[in-house]
Structure formats: structure tokens, C-alpha cells
């Protein structure tokens, strides 16, 4: 019978070949020996279910003839002995032998590679009368019946050796590691023939740190050179000067489309803060830039909200309710895990860094979110409330940019102010705005999702002529998980874009309708890093204007991920 400690080497050898590439870079964990021992040789145990055994009791007079070694084989039975007289394996901890299967030769040739090492270590030590001639010359022939498998052996072992020198030598961090997307679409506007067909691009690189296990630092450095189509008559899904020159919309806004800067420029996107360190119910969100309510409230779309990736919906308004988008920047985020309840509490501010009267992390722009969550197997369901306000024109829907571009709604939604009589006298003053919205999904089948939501929301500007305006926004989505193939996904999203309800009425720009938004795509899932979705957005009312006609994009967009 072989002794207990030349399993152990067998299945430590075993482990050792299969350790992937991404083991070698992590090298934050500690070795622990019995508890690999252990696990190793339950690993090695199970081989013996795979294997067909031989009958113990036949005889082969050639060892390099046999496909395996069987315990009643002279090599079996001599390899038993030096590893009993040099103890050249060690084995399970109790020091027990469990089982007494054949070995492959491959398998028996680790043990034997295992107590030649031993053997030489003793003669280097000047203990060679420890070692006995004759077993000496049962190793001189067990290497000789086994000089392929050795050979192998230590061919594979120097094969590793040197690609763990490499990985340790070019290794970039043992605490970060990169994720990366990149998008490329291929766009056109079909119905405005001032409009052509565009490539466009957009590249995010995220750094994400881990200090604890129970924590991650998140940088990502984002570039673009997306362009929004252009309207001559009004800015309507599209990016273009109005009659007075002033703001810019962007309804329909595509997510590739989602950057701070064009031109492919690089700037930082997002630097943020996630931790539980306190408590593995409660989750802290702290972002220095770029910080949004999405990153950490649950948005109650489980299927279609991608933080704005390119693995979802064509739009930003597919991916969630735009409550969400009221506003940005730097701040605070918590979610409190109870159960199946998540409570949310966050303070987003978007000109934290600047220290002026009208900016600063509390008298600029700012918004605050509260939001009540339940969420079971099938069901979910949340309750929203975000409180903000907004200075020097901004967009109501803008994500805490300082801009008056915003990722959804109409121009009436977003800068009332400008629509007034009076638009000179009030286009910078402060607008305080309360937005109630809730959200849900229901899960028809595990793969088949159903999503709603549906946000009221009133904007006080504290001007003259300026009634309280009355934002409304509404949608449903149906998506299509693993449709045709895992890792597919379909979807269809039907809704109105953040409109203004009670608008002054102007001669100039006709009667106003509600924007119906009408989207459909297919995302087609290449392998693990390529997808290509093509899919298409319908705007009806652009700009809630009845006149101006329907707005009609179509797109192909190939996302990669590393």
C-alpha cells in the first residue's frame, strides 16, 4: 500500500499546472498548507470516480508498456518505499493513507520527480551514507522507465515558472484591476435631411481598487466625440440652437452620447468611493466627480439599467426613470439593507469644488434623494423623493452637469424659466424643484421582465410671471433575457419623455403635445467581450411640439468589454 503523502504531492502537482494566469497576478492571499492539503487531495479522490480500474492482482513484466501504475506494479511498490524511508511526500494531516487506486503515469511520475528532488537534496547535504546503494539503483531504473513523464514534467514546471516571473515582473497593481468598455455606433437621422450618417465612438476605463475586501475605489477616465443630430426648426431630440440661441435639448440622447467633453478628449468621469465597512447591511457611496443617483439607489430595472453601458437600451431614457437624473456631482450615498427593504439616502452636489457664493458643495446646485425599495424573487418595487436646486440655467434633467444640455425631456421640462413672458429678466435665477416617482418590475417568466415607472415633478422659480411648472414622465419596458442565445438581449420601451404639463402658451412654437418615446432593439451577444446591437428610436412631438415632425434614428452599435 502507498503511503499517505504520495497522494498529496500527486494532487499538489495537478493544482499547480491548471493555476490560470489571473492566479498568478492576485498574490493578496495567504497560503494556508492543510487546508490546500485537504482540499487537494478530496480534488485528487475524485479522479478515482473517472477512472476504470484494473484487475489488482495481474501481472505486466513492463512498466513503460502499462497506460497506468497499479499498487500490486514493482515501480508502485518501490516508489511506497522511498517515499516510507526518505519521506519524500507529506500527506493527508492525520497522517492517513485513504484509498489504494491506480495511478496514471503522469500521476506516478510526480511522486517519483518528488522523492528524486528529496534524494538529492540528502547527498547535497553531505548525508549520502544515508542513502542506500540499491536504492539508488531502483532510481536509476524507475527514471529510466519513466523519462517521458518526467521530461514532461519538469518542462511544464519551467513553463509556469517563467510565466509567474513575467506576470510578477509586468504586473500593474495587486490591488487594481481594469475595466474597460468602448463603444463604436453607427448612427443616422432619417428624416431631417440636413442630418447624415455618423460613427461615432465613446471609451470608458475604469480603475477599480480594493483595500479591504470590503471596499473599492472606482476611477474612470472617460473620451468621446459624439455629436447630436441637428433640427433647423426647433432643438428637438436633437442638438441645435432654438430661435434665441440659448439651450440645447436632448431628447432621444443616446448612451455613447453620454460625455463631458467631445473631440476624444480624456478627462475624468467618475471617482468614487464604495464601502461597508461599517456594516455589511449599510453601503457608503462617496464620489469626489461625477457622482449620480444611480450609482447607488436601486432603480428597480433589473434587465434594462446598465449605468448607461452599451449592453442595454440604445437611450438614456430606456434605462431608468429620469427621476434619477436630477441632478449629480459630489456628495454622499447610503443604502441600508433590511430585509427585503433598501432604503437610499444621498447629496449630490454639482459644484462641490468651487468656493463662491452661488457654488460650493451647499449653496450651488444640489440635489437630495430618499427612496424606499422592496424587492423579492419576482417583484420589485420602489417609492422615490428628490428634492433639488438649480442655478444659472441649468437643466433639470442634467445629472449635475453645469450645463444646459440634459439627458432627458423637453426644453419646456428642463428650462421653464427661458418660456416665460419674460425670459431675460429670470433665465439665472434659482429653481427649486420636488420630484416624486415610482418604479417596478414584475418577472413574467425568470427571463421575460416587465418594467414601469412614472415621475411627477413641480419646479418653483421664485420670479415674477413664472406660474410653478408641472413636469410629468412616464414608461414601460419589456426585455428579453438570453433571447436566441445566452447572453442576447431584447427589448422594447414605450413611454413619454420628461415633459412640462402646464406650459404658457406661444404662438411661435404651436400647440404643445406630449413627446412619446418609442424605442425597440436587439442586443446579439458575439462572445464574452463583443455584442452588436442594432435598434432603433422613435420620437412623436419632438420638442411637445404637434407641428414639427416625427424624429426617426437608427442605430448599430458594437460595445467590447475587458
Given at each position: ?155 511544464r514546471i519551467e513553463s509556469l515558472d517563467v510565466r509567474t516571473a513575467i506576470l510578477e515582473k509586468q504586473q500593474f497593481s495587486t490591488t487594481t484591476k481594469l475595466a474597460g468598455e468602448v463603444i463604436f455606433a453607427l448612427s443616422d437621422e432619417l428624416s431631417d435631411r440636413d442630418n447624415n450618417t455618423v460613427l461615432q465612438n465613446r471609451v470608458r476605463l475604469n480603475l477599480i481598487t480594493s483595500f479591504s475586501g ?349
Amino acid at each position: 500500500m502507498i503511503s499517505p503523502i504520495v497522494r498529496n504531492s500527486f494532487g499538489l502537482v495537478t493544482v499547480l499546472l491548471g493555476i490560470t494566469v489571473c492566479s498568478a497576478v492576485a498574490q493578496t492571499s495567504v497560503f494556508q498548507p492543510a487546508a490546500l492539503q485537504s482540499s487537494v487531495l478530496d480534488q485528487v479522490a475524485a479522479y478515482s470516480a473517472e477512472e476504470t480500474l484494473a484487475d489488482p492482482l495481474s501481472q505486466v513484466t513492463a512498466v513503460s508498456q502499462l497506460t497506468d501504475v497499479q499498487p500490486s506494479d514493482w515501480a508502485f511498490q518501490a516508489l511506497q518505499s522511498l517515499v516510507e524511508r526518505y519521506g519524500c511526500i507529506v500527506g493527508y494531516p492525520d497522517q492517513t493513507y485513504r484509498g489504494n487506486r491506480t495511478l496514471t503515469r503522469f500521476e506516478f511520475a510526480v511522486g517519483l520527480n518528488a522523492c528524486l528532488d528529496k534524494i538529492q537534496e540528502l547527498i547535497a547535504a553531505a548525508t549520502a551514507d544515508f542513502v542506500k546503494k540499491e536504492d539508488l539503483e531502483v532510481v536509476k531504473k524507475l527514471q529510466e522507465e519513466f523519462a517521458v513523464e518526467l521530461a514532461t514534467l519538469r518542462s511544464r514546471i519551467e513553463s509556469l515558472d517563467v510565466r509567474t516571473a513575467i506576470l510578477e515582473k509586468q504586473q500593474f497593481s495587486t490591488t487594481t484591476k481594469l475595466a474597460g468598455e468602448v463603444i463604436f455606433a453607427l448612427s443616422d437621422e432619417l428624416s431631417d435631411r440636413d442630418n447624415n450618417t455618423v460613427l461615432q465612438n465613446r471609451v470608458r476605463l475604469n480603475l477599480i481598487t480594493s483595500f479591504s475586501g470590503k471596499d473599492f475605489l472606482v476611477t474612470r477616465l472617460d473620451a468621446g466625440n459624439g455629436a447630436l443630430f441637428k433640427s433647423d426648426e426647433l432643438p428637438g431630440v436633437f442638438k441645435g440652437s432654438d430661435p434665441a440661441g440659448i439651450v440645447n435639448l436632448s431628447e432621444g440622447l443616446q448612451v455613447h452620447n453620454v460625455i463631458r467633453s467631445g473631440g476624444n478628449s480624456v478627462y475624468l468621469g467618475h471617482l468614487a468611493y464604495y464601502t461597508s465597512a461599517l456594516s455589511d447591511r449599510m453601503n457608503f457611496y462617496i464620489p469626489a466627480v461625477g457622482g449620480l443617483h444611480y450609482y447607488y439607489a436601486p432603480t428597480l430595472n433589473p434587465a434594462l439599467d446598465s449605468k448607461d453601458s452599451g449592453t442595454t437600451p440604445l437611450s438614456v431614457f430606456g434605462q431608468r426613470n429620469p427621476i434619477y437624473d436630477i441632478g449629480g456631482g459630489a456628495g454622499l450615498g447610503l443604502n441600508i439593507k433590511l430585509g427585503s427593504l433598501t432604503l437610499s439616502l444621498g447629496y449630490l452636489a454639482s459644484s462641490a469644488n468651487t468656493p463662491t457664493a452661488d457654488n460650493s458643495l451647499f449653496n450651488g446646485s444640489h440635489s437630495a434623494l430618499f427612496q424606499v425599495a422592496y424587492e423579492r424573487e419576482r417583484v420589485g418595487i420602489g417609492a422615490t423623493y428628490v428634492t433639488a436646486y438649480k442655478t444659472g440655467g441649468e437643466g433639470i434633467f442634467n445629472g449635475g452637469y453645469a450645463l444646459t444640455d440634459s439627458s432627458v425631456g423637453t426644453t419646456y421640462a428642463n428650462l421653464i424659466s427661458f418660456f416665460a413672458p419674460t425670459p431675460g429678466l429670470i433665465i439665472g435665477d434659482r429653481a427649486k424643484i420636488d420630484a416624486y416617482g415610482l418604479s417596478g418590475y414584475f418577472k413574467i417568466t425568470p427571463k421575460i421582465i416587465l418594467n414601469a415607472f412614472g415621475t411627477y415633478a413641480s419646479a418653483d422659480y421664485n420670479a415674477p410671471n413664472v406660474p410653478t411648472g408641472e413636469i410629468w414622465t412616464y414608461g414601460l419596458g419589456l426585455s428579453f433575457q438570453d433571447l436566441g442565445k445566452k447572453g442576447n438581449l431584447g427589448g422594447i420601451v414605450v413611454g413619454a419623455q420628461p415633459y412640462l404639463g402646464n406650459p404658457k402658451s406661444r404662438a411661435d412654437y404651436g400647440a404643445l403635445a406630449i413627446p412619446i418615446h418609442l424605442e425597440a432593439f436587439y442586443k446579439y451577444q458575439i462572445n464574452d467581450y463583443i455584442s452588436i446591437t442594432p435598434g432603433f428610436i422613435w420620437i412623436l412631438n419632438p420638442g411637445q411640439i404637434s407641428t414639427t415632425n416625427d424624429a426617426f434614428v437608427g442605430t448599430i452599435r458594437t460595445t467590447f468589454t475587458f
